[in-house]
C-alpha cells in the first residue's frame, strides 16, 4: 500500500446501537434549515451556513415542483422480483446490470443493507419520474456545493479545479437507493462518511445517527425536506481552513419490524468527483494536490462496507 492510500487515518467508531436505543439514548441533532428562493440557498438563520458547514448535516425545504413519488417507490420495490403488474418497472432491479464502477444491485454481507446505485449517464434505464428527480436533487446539491465554495472563500477560477469540474456539472452524479431488511440481525449500515462532496437524502423515517462533535446524535428527517450533508472530499478541500466543513460519521441503526410493516427505506444523490479527477486541498489560497480520485473513492469505500470497528 502506498502512501496515499493512507492518506486518511483510521479512526474507532462508536458500536452501533440498536434502533430501540438509538432513540431512546441519542438526542436529537438540531440542524439548520434553509430554503431555495428564487434559485439561491437561504439559510433561516443568519451563521446557518456556517453552523451547518460545523455539524456537517443540515435540512433543506423540498424545492415546488420536485415529486419524490417516484423515488419512494422505487426504493421501496427494487430489491423485489416482478409480479406483472403497473409496479414492475420499479421491481427485479437485483438482477439487472449497470454499466459503470459502482452501479448496479449490492447486497451488504454485514448489514441490513441492500442499495441500487446508477450514475446520472444510466438513468435512462430507470423507472418514469426518477431521473427528473435525480436531476431535481442534483441541481440542490450544486447549489448546496456553490454556496459553501463561496462561503468558505474559494475563488470562482479555482472551483472547477478543486472539484474536478463536478462545479460545472461535469462530475459523477450517483442517485442511491436503499433498504434495510428489518429480518436481517446485524446493524443497518456501518458508520462511515460518504466520500464526495454534497450528498442530498430522502428519508422518512428516524434510523440515522451521526457524530456530532464528537456526540451522537439521532438525524431524523423533517416532512417536506431533505438532509443534506457533506463528504469527505469537501473535508479534505477545507481541511486547513479557519472554518473546515466537517463529513460526519453517520450510519443507521438495526431496523426492526413489526410482521407486515413495511421496512425502512431512503435514497441519495451523491455528488462525486469523475474518477479521472484529484482531491485536493486549499491552503495558502492556492490548491494542492493529495491523492487521485480513483485511490480516494476506493479507500473510502472498501472502509465503508466492511465489519471492523474503525473507518
Ligand atoms: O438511510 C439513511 O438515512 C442514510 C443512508 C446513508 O448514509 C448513505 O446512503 O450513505
Ligand atoms: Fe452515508
Known amino acids: 500500500m502506498n502512501q496515499s492510500m493512507t492518506y486518511r487515518d483510521r479512526v474507532p467508531l462508536p458500536p452501533m446501537p440498536d434502533e430501540y436505543e438509538a432513540g ?3 438526542p436529537p441533532a ?3 434549515r434553509a430554503q431555495v428562493r428564487a434559485g439561491e440557498l437561504v439559510f433561516d438563520r443568519e451563521d446557518g451556513l456556517q453552523r451547518a458547514c460545523a455539524q456537517g448535516f443540515f435540512l433543506v425545504g423540498i424545492p415546488e415542483g420536485v415529486n419524490t413519488d417516484p423515488g419512494d417507490t422505487l426504493a421501496a420495490e427494487f ?4 409480479t406483472g403488474d403497473h409496479l414492475d418497472p420499479f421491481r427485479g432491479w437485483r438482477d439487472v446490470e449497470i454499466p459503470g464502477d459502482y452501479q448496479g444491485y449490492f447486497d451488504r454481507e454485514h448489514d441490513q443493507w ?6 446520472s449517464a444510466n438513468w435512462h434505464l430507470l423507472p418514469p419520474g426518477v431521473a427528473p428527480l435525480g436531476h431535481a436533487m442534483t441541481d440542490l446539491g450544486l447549489l448546496v456545493l456553490c454556496s459553501v465554495l463561496r462561503g468558505v472563500g474559494i475563488p470562482r477560477d479555482a472551483w472547477a479545479t478543486v472539484t474536478s469540474a463536478l462545479s460545472e456539472k461535469r462530475g459523477h452524479q450517483m442517485l442511491a437507493f436503499n433498504h434495510f431488511r ?10 462511515h462518511r460518504d466520500s464526495g462532496w454534497v450528498t442530498v437524502l430522502r428519508s422518512t423515517e428516524p434510523g440515522l445517527l451521526a457524530l456530532i462533535d464528537g456526540e451522537l446524535r439521532s438525524v431524523d428527517p423533517v416532512p417536506g425536506h431533505f438532509i443534506v450533508n457533506f463528504g469527505s472530499s ?12 466537517r463529513a460526519n ?18 435514497y441519495a444523490i451523491f455528488l462525486d468527483s469523475a474518477l479521472g479527477g484529484t482531491i485536493h486541498r486549499w491552503e495558502d489560497n492556492t490548491a494542492h494536490p493529495v491523492q487521485s480520485v480513483a485511490e480516494f473513492a476506493e479507500q473510502e469505500v472498501n472502509r465503508t462496507y466492511d465489519d471492523t470497528t474503525h473507518l
Open 79 to 82: 430489491h423485489r422480483d416482478r
Open 234 to 245: 469537501l473535508e479534505v478541500l477545507t481541511e486547513r481552513l479557519p472554518a473546515p466543513v
Open 182 to 191: 428489518s429480518t436481517k440481525d446485524t446493524r443497518g449500515s456501518k458508520f
Open 249 to 266: 460519521v453517520h450510519g443507521v441503526a438495526h431496523t426492526r419490524r413489526a410482521p407486515g410493516t413495511p421496512d425502512r427505506t431512503s
Open 24 to 26: 431512546l439514548r441519542y
Open 114 to 119: 441492500e442499495n441500487l446505485y446508477v450514475e
Open 30 to 32: 438540531n440542524l439548520e
